[in-house]
């Protein structure tokens, strides 16, 4: 019965799917890409997007795909376009972007009848492989679990990966495999090479493929049917908490390159979705928009920095049919924002949705953290005085734009300066959404919305974690006891994530050789902590 409905479930997502240049080629190694969320997400991932087409163009790999599926079909472990069990693969690689994945693989893994730890397979089992942002900045977590981890951009290492493949068809010997795949810079095989040996980031200078693209497209996708093309990968910004501009450097595509992409492969009125996270930094973000709302696209977008956007822009993307303009103030006082390395001021903020309000736009999203280093109960304060004055600002205009307020914790990533930083404790992350909640909620105009602490709790035990994450991961989901219980019979100590790191002990992802030094992030580190305090006594 299970079998029956997981076959229409996924035929129901692959009928609604158009592809976009897939080749579908039958070629003797079989590949199994899995990202593990849902077919919403990940069909809207250019991350996994970008994996996908790699894989498809090479003749000699058959590509399939899973996706993980609402219960009680998540994680049967078969494939979707053929149906085939995981164990009929010769790889199955996982596309990772969030930490918030690793019990989905746990479960893929645990479910397929396949050893979920790499160290218990059999020379015929498939070769279990990941990459993507989450193990770029720590792949330690899962490590028992993964024969091998790609760090960096897919671009490079894909090619390295399928010529360590597919010379082995000869006769498939595991080990040989994973010997080569160990020589091959960029990748981790944690069976072969010590954690504490160091692994070089790939990334790539220029790539023949263009930008990476939606694959296809479909009305269940987490943006609908649209359309996304990435503008560029990284940000020069280099904002104290973000994890995304420190794990690879700041590239962009040029105007041309992009609307030769969106001709190829999308017809007006679109949607196209713009992406990147630094949309707003692109040199001809104004030529890019101009030329496809001329065309007749409709347009989305990922976020803006408030102090970039001008009443012309705005005017040009509400002519694209922009619903919603997204900005991260993420904090309310100035000073505050000056010290998590994201120095924008409030007046200009202000100025930006007055701006929004004029031109029209249905929805301002505005995204928040709570729990930042060095906030106080006055910061709190003063992030409910600017939401109001926001909406303040919106209603003076008259306008019919709504306010949508984003709120989650704030969680230390690895690879960032504030890798050191604790996570708040729950307490205070509560109170806090409590004051919060109280002041802002059911306002006319707004909508408010926040991640849970035990969410952001979670997080921070993956972001931070070594290989008893993993284990306790996987006693959890084998004995339902909870993940607080079983982290503390592996020995982790809950007060790490609460506890500032000191700067002078090795953390678990000292391995990884980023574009940017350690002794940066520490620079940065201690601008933003201040001195340190005089000691009493
Ligand atoms: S501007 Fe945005 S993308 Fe760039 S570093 Fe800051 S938070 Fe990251």
Same mark, same amino acid.
């Given at each position: 019965?299970?079998?029956n409905?997981f076959?229409s479930?996924?035929?129901?997502?692959?009928?609604?799917?158009?592809?976009?240049?897939?080749?579908g080629?039958?070629?003797?190694?079989?590949?199994?890409?899995?990202?593990?969320?849902?077919y919403?997400?990940?069909?809207?991932?250019?991350?996994?997007?970008?994996?996908?087409q790699l894989?498809?163009r090479?003749?000699d790999i058959t590509?399939?795909?899973?996706?993980?599926?609402e219960?009680?079909h998540?994680a049967?472990?078969?494939s979707?376009?053929?149906?085939?069990?995981f164990?009929?693969?010769?790889?199955?690689?996982?596309?990772?972007s969030s930490?918030?994945?690793?019990?989905?693989?746990?479960?893929?893994?645990?479910?397929s009848?396949i050893q979920?730890?790499s160290?218990? +397979?059999?020379?015929?089992?498939?070769?279990?492989?990941?990459?993507?942002?989450?193990?770029?900045l720590?792949? *330690?977590?899962?490590s028992?679990?993964f024969?091998?981890?790609?760090?960096g951009?897919?671009e490079?290492?894909?090619?390295?990966?399928?010529?360590?493949?597919?010379? !082995?068809?000869?006769?498939?010997?595991?080990?040989q495999?994973?010997?080569?795949?160990?020589?091959?810079p960029?990748?981790w095989?944690? @069976?072969?090479k010590?954690?504490?040996?160091?692994?070089? !980031?790939?990334?790539f200078?220029?790539?023949?493929?263009?930008p990476?693209?939606?694959?296809?497209i479909?009305?269940?996708? =987490?943006?609908g049917?649209?359309?996304?093309?990435?503008?560029g990968?990284?940000?020069? &910004?280099?904002?104290?908490y973000?994890?995304?501009?420190?794990?690879?450097?700041? *590239?962009?595509?040029?105007?041309?390159?992009?609307?030769?992409?969106?001709d190829?492969?999308?017809?007006?009125?679109?949607?196209?979705?713009?992406?990147?996270?630094a949309? !707003?930094?692109h040199?001809?973000? &104004?030529q890019?928009?101009?030329?496809?709302?001329?065309?007749g696209?409709?347009?989305?977008l990922?976020?803006? &920095?408030a102090?970039?956007?001008?009443r012309g822009?705005?005017?040009l993307?509400?002519?694209?049919?922009?619903?919603?303009?997204?900005?991260?103030?993420?904090?309310?006082?100035e000073?505050?924002?000056?010290?998590?390395g994201?120095?924008?001021?409030?007046?200009?903020?202000?100025?930006?949705? &007055?701006?929004?309000?004029?031109?029209?736009?249905?929805?301002?999203?505005?995204?928040?953290?709570?729990?930042?280093?060095?906030?106080? @109960?006055d910061?709190?304060?003063?992030?409910?005085?600017l939401?109001?004055?926001?909406?303040?600002t919106?209603?003076? %205009?008259?306008s019919?734009?709504?306010?949508?307020?984003r709120?989650?914790?704030f969680?230390?990533?690895?690879?960032?300066p504030f890798?050191?930083?604790?996570l708040?404790?729950?307490?205070?992350?509560?109170?806090?959404?409590? +004051?919060?909640?109280s002041a802002?909620?059911?306002?006319h105009?707004i909508t408010?919305?926040?991640?849970?602490?035990s969410?952001?709790?979670?997080?921070?035990?993956?972001?931070?974690?070594?290989?008893?994450?993993g284990?306790?991961?996987?006693?959890?989901?084998?004995?339902?006891? @909870?993940l +607080?219980?079983?982290?503390v019979?592996?020995?982790?100590?809950?007060? %790490?994530?609460?506890h500032?790191?000191?700067?002078?002990?090795?953390?678990p992802?000292r391995?990884?050789?980023? =574009?940017?030094?350690?002794q940066?992030l520490e620079?940065?580190?201690?601008?933003?902590i201040?001195p340190?305090?005089?000691?009493s006594g």
């Amino acid at each position: 019965m299970i079998s029956n409905s997981f076959d229409s479930a996924v035929g129901a997502f692959l009928s609604a799917e158009s592809r976009l240049g897939i080749l579908g080629n039958r070629g003797s190694i079989q590949l199994c890409l899995l990202y593990p969320n849902l077919y919403a997400l990940g069909i809207a991932n250019l991350g996994f997007n970008r994996i996908w087409q790699l894989l498809d163009r090479e003749s000699d790999i058959t590509v399939e795909r899973a996706f993980y599926l609402e219960p009680p079909h998540h994680a049967v472990p078969k494939s979707w376009e053929w149906k085939r069990p995981f164990g009929a693969f010769h790889v199955l690689a996982f596309s990772l972007s969030s930490e918030e994945d690793y019990p989905a693989v746990l479960e893929f893994l645990m479910s397929s009848g396949i050893q979920p730890r790499s160290s218990k +397979r059999k020379p015929r089992d498939p070769i279990v492989i990941a990459g993507g942002l989450a193990p770029t900045l720590n792949p *330690r977590p899962l490590s028992l679990y993964f024969d091998a981890l790609c760090i960096g951009d897919g671009e490079l290492l894909i090619p390295s990966l399928k010529r360590v493949i597919t010379g !082995s068809t000869g006769g498939w010997d595991r080990q040989q495999v994973l010997e080569n795949l160990a020589a091959t810079p960029g990748i981790w095989v944690p @069976s072969l090479k010590e954690p504490d040996m160091p692994i070089a !980031s790939w990334r790539f200078s220029d790539d023949p493929l263009g930008p990476a693209r939606s694959m296809a497209i479909s009305p269940q996708g =987490h943006f609908g049917s649209m359309f996304l093309v990435e503008v560029g990968r990284g940000c020069g &910004r280099l904002c104290f908490y973000c994890a995304t501009c420190y794990s690879v450097p700041h *590239r962009i595509w040029s105007a041309e390159v992009l609307e030769n992409t969106i001709d190829q492969w999308a017809r007006p009125p679109g949607p196209v979705g713009l992406v990147g996270a630094a949309l !707003s930094d692109h040199p001809e973000l &104004r030529q890019i928009v101009e030329n496809l709302v001329t065309r007749g696209y409709r347009l989305g977008l990922s976020s803006f &920095r408030a102090d970039i956007l001008d009443r012309g822009l705005l005017e040009l993307l509400r002519r694209g049919q922009v619903e919603t303009i997204t900005i991260a103030p993420e904090a309310g006082s100035e000073s505050l924002r000056e010290r998590i390395g994201k120095p924008i001021s409030n007046e200009r903020i202000l100025e930006t949705a &007055r701006w929004i309000a004029e031109a029209g736009f249905p929805r301002l999203r505005c995204y928040y953290m709570t729990g930042l280093p060095g906030e106080t @109960s006055d910061d709190i304060e003063t992030l409910i005085f600017l939401c109001r004055r926001i909406q303040s600002t919106i209603r003076s %205009t008259n306008s019919q734009t709504r306010l949508d307020i984003r709120i989650s914790p704030f969680v230390p990533k690895p690879g960032t300066p504030f890798q050191w930083a604790p996570l708040a404790l729950e307490s205070a992350l509560k109170k806090a959404q409590q +004051r919060i909640r109280s002041a802002l909620e059911g306002q006319h105009g707004i909508t408010l919305r926040m991640t849970s602490p035990s969410e952001a709790w979670q997080e921070a035990l993956f972001s931070r974690g070594d290989e008893r994450v993993g284990l306790a991961i996987e006693e959890a989901l084998r004995t339902e006891k @909870s993940l +607080r219980q079983t982290a503390v019979q592996f020995g982790i100590d809950l007060k %790490t994530i609460t506890h500032p790191l000191p700067v002078d002990q090795p953390l678990p992802w000292r391995q990884i050789q980023r =574009h940017i030094s350690p002794q940066f992030l520490e620079k940065q580190w201690s601008k933003s902590i201040g001195p340190p305090e005089p000691q009493s006594g």
